[in-house]
């Protein structure tokens, strides 16, 4: 199977005009995964009008796609050779080697939207480069329901090729945004990972709060679950003064709630999650952390001093 409206030639991609039948043609693309999130992208480009080849280990995944206009590959290799730009969307990095190990790479534009870590992806960027091809990691924030849908503010970080990027931007940006965010290939999925460590500190909390509130008859997780969520929102807001701080290594100009304060309150906290029956032990680490810190000069700080404990 071979692209015939492949987009190499194009200094960019967007659409161009064909000249018999005056209609736009979107360039070719390959994918390579039909899980949840990869099915989601396809349906994505296959709605903007995208040629679209697909491949999946379990080649039953394909049926609903090819059904709706995707061009089914019987290999990996055959799906790679179909188009100049070639995205993965697979488990991890090691079915990446895996499902690209026979394959010929040269004169490819590798987009690995699979989640991995940030050696990872660098080591992934020299293994594809060697073998002839440009190469841009991507980390998705987003869930599937929200690939082909702007409205739902999902996106993809990318890193690595920044002429990969300028050259396929328009195809990228058809299933969800897209940020480029530099040179260094590792840096999409640190970033991805830093995004989602900061969730799962916020989910830890709302653990511990649904957890405090859990035994009590008269009050309704449905009813306090927005509550919860305005709160949570509305600290969120206190994230760019710790980024301003960090910048600038002044960690005490504009603290309104100084560790010192919070300290103070641990015991509230602790005492709260004794009278409800409820384990701390999400919030103690935390908790010693800020006591340290408070004990070691930064009672006037707010939270900055802490990230430097972590490193
Ligand atoms: P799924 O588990 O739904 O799909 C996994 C895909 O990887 C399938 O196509 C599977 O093929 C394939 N696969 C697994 N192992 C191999 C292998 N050894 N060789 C070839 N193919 C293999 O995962 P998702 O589609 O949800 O996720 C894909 C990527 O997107 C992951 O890296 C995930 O972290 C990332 N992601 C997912 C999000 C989500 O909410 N779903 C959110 C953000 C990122 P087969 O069908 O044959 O099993």
């Known amino acids: 199977m071979t692209d015939t409206t492949s987009d190499a030639a194009s200094p960019t991609d967007s659409p161009s005009v064909s000249s018999s039948a005056s209609l736009p043609v979107s360039p070719s693309l390959t994918l390579l995964g039909l ?68 394959a010929d790479l040269t004169g490819k534009d590798l987009v690995d939207l699979t989640t991995g870590t940030p050696s990872e992806a660098r080591t992934r960027a020299v293994w594809a480069e060697a073998r002839g091809a440009r190469f841009l990691s991507g980390g998705i924030m987003a869930v599937p329901p929200m690939i082909g849908t702007p409205e739902a503010g999902g996106y993809v970080l990318y890193s690595g090729s920044q002429d990969l ?24 999925a640190l970033q991805d990972v830093a995004l989602l460590s900061g969730m799962y500190g916020m989910l830890a909390g709302v653990a511990h709060a649904f957890a405090l509130i859990g035994g009590e008859k008269d009050i309704a997780p449905a009813e306090f679950a927005p509550l919860l969520a305005e709160w ?69 700080e707010g939270f900055a001093g802490l990230v430097g404990l972590l490193t």
């Open 35 to 102: 899980g949840a999130m990869g099915t989601a992208f396809a349906r994505a480009w296959l709605a903007a009008g995208y040629p679209l080849t697909v491949w999946n280990r379990t080649p039953s995944r394909a049926e609903a796609l090819v059904a709706e206009g995707a061009r089914p590959a019987a290999s990996a290799a055959e799906a790679v050779a179909a188009s100049t730009l070639v995205v993965t969307c697979l488990l991890d990095d090691a079915s990446v080697g895996e499902t690209l190990e026979g």
């Open 165 to 188: 990027f300028e050259a396929h931007r328009t195809t990228l940006a058809a299933p969800a945004g897209t940020r480029f965010v530099g040179g260094n290939p590792g840096h999409a």
């Open 232 to 300: 949570v929102a509305a600290m969120s807001g206190t994230i760019p003064q710790i980024g301003e701080q960090l910048a600038s290594g002044d960690y005490e100009s504009g603290v309104t709630s100084s560790l010192e304060m919070q300290v103070a309150g641990i015991k509230t906290f602790l005492g709260t999650a004794a009278d409800q029956n409820v384990s701390p032990e999400l919030l103690t680490p935390f908790f010693d952390m800020m006591r340290r810190q408070a004990e070691t000069g930064g009672g006037g």
